[in-house]
């Protein structure tokens, strides 16, 4: 099978799939780490610095440049799945079995990859645009002189309710789209195996579906509490 | 006891089909549920209409004919059991029941709740099989096989074919009927030689057809009659990504 | 004179004197000859999937919707082999001992000795294939005796081996088909064998889907359709197993051998009521640790548990005191015949006797207790012990038996009752397994060769594998090596043309009658009748009502059968109607046989022929023979009889006191 052939499967499009979704959540666990340098009161100076230098560093930003690209790899290939398995069933049940058979959030990638997707757009708009694109205020901090005050950006956003439910909610999205993505993945790669089941469960329930979303939805709801 | 039963009524292919709804009463709990429709059929035909047609041979959950989505379960609400060995004794008087065929674009209706397998087949004949051919085996005790091993491929072997994991998936996806053979083979040395053109071929096969993909929901597994794991598609998986990466 | 073409010489050599004489084709030759195979199961799929790795052209036919569904799929018990792995004192001969005696004497040596040879060579096949047998820990095949032998020569895939045997077949078909060397027909329905000067050279088959008649040639036939125990309507086979295939062959001119030998096994899950379709079996091993009684008082309408134990009658144990409740299938299903129709029948039909693992449970909890040096354990402990080692044993049978009766029996005893399971009879064929009619051959239970008037367990999946994948893909080159220079028969030859039409007239004819009840209705009384009069005991007035009764029914079915629908679509009820009237004409011919065989052997028992307590009366003599019948018109047969010789094996008569 020529690798053309291969990654045109619908296996080889799993993998592709879980490849781009396993290295996204290595993404999040890096994202998140640095986000919580923003609820530091030391006027923005930790959060802003990095920030400056996630944006200038050469391969940093080509990671970054590449971070969306392999999110729309994973979109796309993930919309392509949904549409084929989709059409494999061109007459639907008049019964379904609700969630006797499968948990709804494993039935609801698309879904909830949707709402994150929609998330991820209006995120990198606001902060992403405007960091790069955007016209924001400046600020130096001793050797490091006029940085963009991304700091302020974000908390002024945060005073909004509507914008701290929109990333509540997308952290929701997260939240289950990884309980299911983490340990899906594993399995289309091939890992299954009692003796480590249990852990990729673990992980993929505890860690990427809660902790990290939580980690995530925190930041914006302690900036809006601290501010009202 | 006495139950509505609402079923796809569908003349051939082409036909759109729709739902019909018969009141059958005097429904004895010993009966079991192909024996309803037996029941129901002959008064259908006394009745001078079509008796509604499904499939079905040996009637004790192994010859995998049997097939009839119910209330939204394939196969109905017993765990690991096929449609004709569930009973009625499942049921409470006054119970309606909906049943349809098992829906799949690889799985064309034929008539009512008749449904065309042979996609199943077809997958088969890409590569589920060990290329000797007869008079050339060894004895067969020059091949010991770890029992653990020799067990893990007959668990996977048992697979009756019905597709009751493709009408019970969101997708379709044909990957637990695909992974049951291809495990059996995998565990086995004498499946070994030429596991890696089985893999390519047979998936490329299951993609021809129309099935969907898997996204691990898990459903085929909670609907198997025979109790097919889904870590046989992991180890498809696996067959399949090696089978990619080493192939020529 | 019937010639069953045995090779002269002795018994150990004749199937290797005739392999290394039999008349071979060469490969290019192969390629010209087109085979048609009726039926996929082990014997049709082996033998179309052998044929075809030969370079035969192979044409395969199954009613199912996958060569993978037939019949044989339901065969759980196990496959015997003389492989003598168990160092057990198992050989060759003793496997074609055991099934001489086992068949109580009515099959030929000839035709068992070489099955026997054969049977080592079908387990290293399967294994080849990829069947999963069971093994021990040491990563070799695990043995276990079945059926009363004396040795462990069974092999086994849990309680699936049919299954798992069918698919190694299968799979074996389906990469013949892959490489183009078979060409499969599902949902096809053989209707009529085409001669053509005397040869068989081809079928008419429908289409089931399209309802289209079709006209197939092929320079052989073979017809390896199953058995016919569903002429009883209520058996152990799959609700399309038929005699048609057989049936349209034997009109054609193939004699049909033995119609009468069929095997009733004891231990089936009693009827439940009118809408009963089918019976299920329930694996004879449960006889190696149940102990089967009755009610020492009749119409004792107690419950089971509530029995105590010196008002229970253990009748195998008391009657066979030596074999007790292993006695062979024919023996245990008639004693527990004979108890219900005494009056000590359990249940609510009151046609069933009692399966009990009671004890069996408490023996194996004692034997867990002293392993696990637990002297004082209660017996609550020592029940739930034993429970879980019978589970381990028989679980997947118990949740059966649940599952179908909605009893637990665990806690209270089986209700079993014998129930039609096989059919020694089938066409009668030569050493080539060639029918009376040329080129036509029968394999697998659609013959009537190896198993004489009783079959031993888990020797029909032996017999049919042998005949696919060891005998036919020799003895057909005897025929075909004759056959080289035959060009395919044109479809619009008048043989065909006229077969096509007298089928579609048939069809015409079964539409048409519109009248008022169902196939069902008829099937079910000729079942009735069947077995009520040519079942487990059989006796003239029976029989000769029996006849009379069938011709009359068969007289209404073609007057007042009501078939639904249209003839060229998908149409269940108009495949049932065929198979039918096939069946009413193979109950009668069924019933003649057993009339005209006044003696009781195997699974025939003729109550004239009877020892005084009771016991089956053989009567070599007269009836060493196999009976092979004629056609000659409806309702209308002429009696063949092959002798049967035995220079090796003494028939004695048999006894399990
Ligand atoms: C419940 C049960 C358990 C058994 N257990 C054992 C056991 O443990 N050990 C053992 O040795 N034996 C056992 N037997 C017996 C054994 O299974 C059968 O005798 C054997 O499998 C028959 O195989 P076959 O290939 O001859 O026919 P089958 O497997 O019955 O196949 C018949 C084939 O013919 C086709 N066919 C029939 N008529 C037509 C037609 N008109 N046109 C086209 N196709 C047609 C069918 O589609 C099917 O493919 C058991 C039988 C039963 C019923
Ligand atoms: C941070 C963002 C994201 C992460 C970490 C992530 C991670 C994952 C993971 C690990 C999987 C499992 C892969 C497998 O089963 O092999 C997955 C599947 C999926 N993802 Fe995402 N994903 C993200 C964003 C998205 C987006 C934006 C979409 C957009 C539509 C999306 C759609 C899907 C779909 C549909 C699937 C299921 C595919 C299938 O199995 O059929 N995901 N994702
Ligand atoms: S895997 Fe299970 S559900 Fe799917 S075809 Fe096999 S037995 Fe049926
Ligand atoms: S009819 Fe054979 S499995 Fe149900």
């Known amino acids: ?228 | 006891m006495k139950l509505t039963l609402k079923v796809w009524r569908q003349q051939n292919s082409q036909d759109k089909g729709r739902f019909e709804s018969y009141q059958v009463s005097d429904v004895s709990t010993d009966m079991s549920f192909l024996e309803l429709f037996d029941v129901l059929n002959e008064r259908l035909i006394n009745e001078g209409k079509d008796p509604i047609a499904f499939d079905h041979d040996c009637r004790e959950g192994i010859c995998g004919a049997c097939s009839m989505y119910i209330n939204g379960r394939a196969h109905g609400p017993w765990h690991e059991t096929t449609t004709c060995q569930l009973h009625m004794r499942a049921y409470n008087d006054g119970d309606t029941i909906v049943v349809e065929p098992w829906r799949a674009a690889a799985f064309p209706v034929i008539k009512d709740l008749a449904v065309d397998r042979s996609a199943f087949d077809r997958i088969i004949q890409a590569g589920g099989y060990i290329s000797v051919n007869t008079g050339n085996a060894v004895d067969a005790n020059a091949i010991p096989i770890d029992k653990v091993d020799a067990d893990a491929a007959f668990a996977a072997a048992a697979c009756i074919g019905c597709g009751a994991c493709v009408a019970a998936c969101k997708n379709s996806s044909a990957m637990l009927f695909t992974s049951a053979k291809i495990s059996q083979l995998a565990l086995l040395p004498q499946g070994r030689p030429e596991h890696k053109q089985r893999a390519e071929d047979m998936v490329a096969q299951m993609d021809k057809e129309g099935f969907g993909s898997c996204t691990n929901t898990g459903a085929c597994e909670a609907e198997c009659p025979k109790g097919i794991s889904i870590t046989n598609i992991a180890r498809l998986n696996r067959e399949f990504i090696t089978a990619g990466f080493t192939s020529k | 004179m019937l010639d069953a073409k045995i090779p002269a010489g002795p018994l150990e050599t004749k199937w290797s004197k005739y392999k290394s004489t039999v008349k071979l084709v060469n490969p290019a030759n192969k390629r010209k000859l087109e085979v048609i195979v009726i039926g996929t199961g082990l014997a049709g799929a082996s033998a179309a999937a052998a044929l075809a790795e030969l370079g035969y052209k192979v044409k395969a036919f199954c009613f199912q919707d996958s060569a993978r569904r037939a019949h044989s799929i339901a065969a759980q018990g196990g496959i015997n082999a003389a492989k003598n792995y168990q160092n057990d004192g198992d050989s060759v001969f003793r496997l074609f001992y055991d099934t001489v005696k086992g068949g109580d004497y009515r099959a030929r040596e000839g035709n068992v000795y070489r099955l026997a040879e054969v049977s080592a060579a079908i387990i290293d096949q399967c294994v080849a294939q990829g069947v999963p047998f069971a093994r021990e820990y040491g990563g070799l095949l695990s043995n276990r005796s079945f059926g009363g032998t004396q040795v462990q020569r069974t092999f086994y895939a849990a309680g699936q081996t049919g299954q798992q045997l069918l698919l190694g077949a299968y799979s074996a078909l389906q990469r013949q088909v892959s490489l183009g060397n078979v060409k499969m027909y599902n949902r096809h329905e053989m209707l009529e064998i085409v001669k053509v000067d005397g040869k068989a050279r081809g079928i008419i088959a429908r289409d089931l889907v399209s309802g289209k008649l079709e006209r197939h040639f092929g320079h052989a036939v073979l017809i390896c359709s199953g058995g016919y125990g569903n002429v009883f309507f209520l058996s152990t086979n799959a609700m399309g197993s038929n005699v048609t295939a057989a049936w349209k062959a034997h009109k054609q001119g193939a004699y049909f051998g033995n119609p009468c030998f069929t095997q009733i096994h004891p231990t089936c899950i009693p009827v439940s009521g009118d809408h009963q379709s089918k019976l299920t079996l329930m694996s004879e091993s449960l006889r190696n640790d149940g102990r089967i009684w009755v009610p020492k008082k009749k119409d004792d309408n107690r419950k089971a548990t509530d029995i105590p134990e010196e008002e229970r009658d253990y009748y195998l144990e008391r009657r066979y005191p030596a074999f007790g409740n292993l006695v062979p299938r024919d023996v245990a299903s008639r004693a527990a015949k004979e108890r219900c129709d005494a009056g000590y029948g359990v249940g609510a039909s009151k046609m069933a006797v009692y399966l009990d693992y009671a004890e069996a449970i408490v023996r194996y909890g004692k034997i867990e207790a002293s392993k696990k040096s637990l002297d004082h354990a209660s017996e609550q402990e020592i029940i739930a012990m034993g429970k879980a080692v019978v589970a381990e044993k028989y679980g997947n049978l118990f949740d059966m038996y649940a599952k179908i009766t909605g009893e637990n029996p665990y806690e209270t005893p089986m209700r079993i009752y014998p129930a039609v399971h096989y059919t020694m009879g089938g066409l009668w064929v030569d050493y080539d397994l060639m029918t009376t009619v040329p080129g036509l051959y029968a394999l697998g239970e659609a013959n009537f060769s190896d198993h004489g008037a009783n079959r031993l367990g888990a020797s029909a999946l032996m017999q049919g594998l042998a005949d696919g994948y060891f005998v036919i893909p020799y003895t057909i080159g005897n025929y075909l090596a004759d056959e080289i220079h035959t060009k395919p028969i044109p479809l619009d030859h008048p043989a065909f043309v006229e077969a096509e039409k007298a089928v579609k007239g048939q069809l015409d004819t079964l539409m048409g009658i519109q009248g008022k009840h169902s196939v069902d209705h008829f099937h079910k009384a000729l079942g009735k009748i069947m077995w009520d009069k040519c079942g487990m005991a059989r006796n003239a007035k029976g029989l000769q009502e029996a006849i009379t009764e069938i011709q009359a029914l068969k007289e209404e079915f073609w007057k007042d059968v009501r078939i639904p629908g249209k003839q060229e679509e998908f149409n269940p009820e108009l495949e049932k109607a065929g198979r039918v009237a096939d069946f009413l004409e193979l109950g009668e011919l069924m019933c003649k046989d057993a009339l005209q065989r006044n003696e009781s052997c195997g699974g025939h028992f003729r109550e004239e022929s009877q020892t005084e307590d009771g016991e089956a009366k053989r009567n070599d003599d007269e009836f060493a023979f196999v009976a092979a019948w004629e056609y000659k018109g409806p309702s209308s047969s002429e009696l063949h009889k092959e002798p049967l010789t035995f220079d090796i094996v003494h028939p004695s008569q048999r006894s399990y006191k």
């Open chain 1, 1 to 228: 099978m020529k690798w053309s052939q291969f990654f045109n499967t619908s296996i080889g499009k799993k993998l592709l799939v879980g490849a781009t979704g396993l290295f996204l959540c290595s993404f999040v666990i890096v994202h998140l780490a640095g986000n919580f340098s923003l609820l530091k009161e030391d006027g923005g100076e930790a959060f802003n610095t990095y920030a400056a230098f996630m944006g200038h560093n050469g391969l940093i930003q080509f990671i970054a440049w590449g971070l969306k690209i392999v999110i729309l790899i994973h979109a796309v290939i993930a919309i392509q799945l949904t549409i084929r398995n989709r059409a494999a069933r061109p007459v639907k049940y008049a019964v379904r079995p609700g969630n006797k058979t499968s948990s709804w959030y494993s039935r609801q990638m698309a879904v909830m990859g949707s709402v994150l997707f929609i998330f991820i757009v209006i995120h990198l708009s606001q902060f992403w645009w405007a960091m790069h694109y955007g016209d924001i205020g400046k600020v130096s901090y001793g050797a490091v002189t006029e940085v963009g005050n991304l700091y302020e950006v974000v908390w002024f956003a945060f005073k909004e309710s509507w914008i701290v439910a929109l990333y509540v909610l997308g952290m929701v999205a997260l939240s289950f789209h990884l309980i299911h993505g983490f340990k899906s993945a594993c399995q289309t790669f091939g890992l299954n195996h009692p003796k480590y089941n249990g852990l990729i469960s673990f992980i993929g329930v505890w860690f990427f579906g809660i902790l990290i979303p939580l980690g995530f939805a925190v930041i914006p709801v302690v900036i809006y509490i601290k501010q009202i």
